[in-house]
């Protein structure tokens, strides 16, 4: 299996900071990178997908960079509504991995 | 837009099989390029992906539950099933459906399963 490890696992930061996240593959994945959100007791939702394209709906203080093994997650000026968990996956082969995921809360 | 809903019980006894159904709006699971997935996060822990269908493709599995589970669809009532035999306590989880596999389009917003001894 490809292991995903992001980091940190927690951030804290206050509003309007920008945070990166990022994320390494235990092997090269190519673009097959997507980032997802999730809130308590709520769902994961897409944010990226292919390493950097943004979902529609999703604001633009998101973005996604990177390719093979390294990966990132940016947000820009941070509103309340980000502070969050967050993960990343592969879906260059089975088993589709996520990473531990990185718990951005408020400083 | 795509919608899916998850059911089934909430609580399954050790050893049995876990039976869960996602109810799919907005799209029919047949569509040629769609997948479906499952996936799972016990509490407070990360997300495990379980497998997908594509209805007209078939099946892959995690290995590491590759002998227990199975994922089917019933196109008539555009449904996707998730059967997971001989739990234990480790597979004490919320259970997503989702559309995709990589990305995860659109989910569900889970069911919680506890098995209990």
């Known amino acids: 299996d490809i292991q995903m490890t992001q980091s940190p696992s927690s951030v804290s930061a206050s509003v309007g900071d920008r945070v990166t996240i990022t994320c390494r593959a235990s092997q090269g994945i190519s673009r097959w990178l997507a980032w997802y959100q999730q809130k308590p007791g709520k769902a994961p939702q897409l944010l990226i997908y292919?390493?950097?394209s943004l979902q529609s709906g999703v604001p633009s203080r998101f973005s996604g960079s990177g390719s093979g093994t390294d990966f990132t997650l940016t947000i820009t000026s941070l509103q309340p509504e980000d502070f969050a968990t967050y993960y990343c996956q592969q879906g260059n082969s089975f088993p589709y991995t996520f990473g531990q995921g990185t718990k951005l809360e408020i400083k | 837009q795509v919608q899916l809903q998850e059911s089934g019980p909430g609580l399954v006894k050790a050893s049995q099989t876990l039976s869960l159904t996602c109810t799919v709006s907005g799209a029919a699971i047949s569509g040629i390029n769609y997948y479906w997935s499952w996936i799972r996060q016990p509490a407070g822990k990360g997300l495990e992906w379980i497998g997908r269908i594509q209805t007209s493709g078939g099946t892959k599995y995690n290995p590491s539950l590759k002998s227990r589970v199975t994922i089917s669809g019933d196109t008539s009532n555009n449904h996707i099933s998730l059967k997971l035999t001989s739990v234990t306590a480790a597979d004490t989880a919320v259970y997503y459906c989702?559309?995709?596999?990589?990305?995860?389009?659109?989910w569900g917003p889970g069911t919680l399963v506890i098995v209990s001894s």
């Open positions: 292919a390493a950097s």
């Open positions: 989702a559309r995709g596999y990589s990305p995860l389009w659109d």
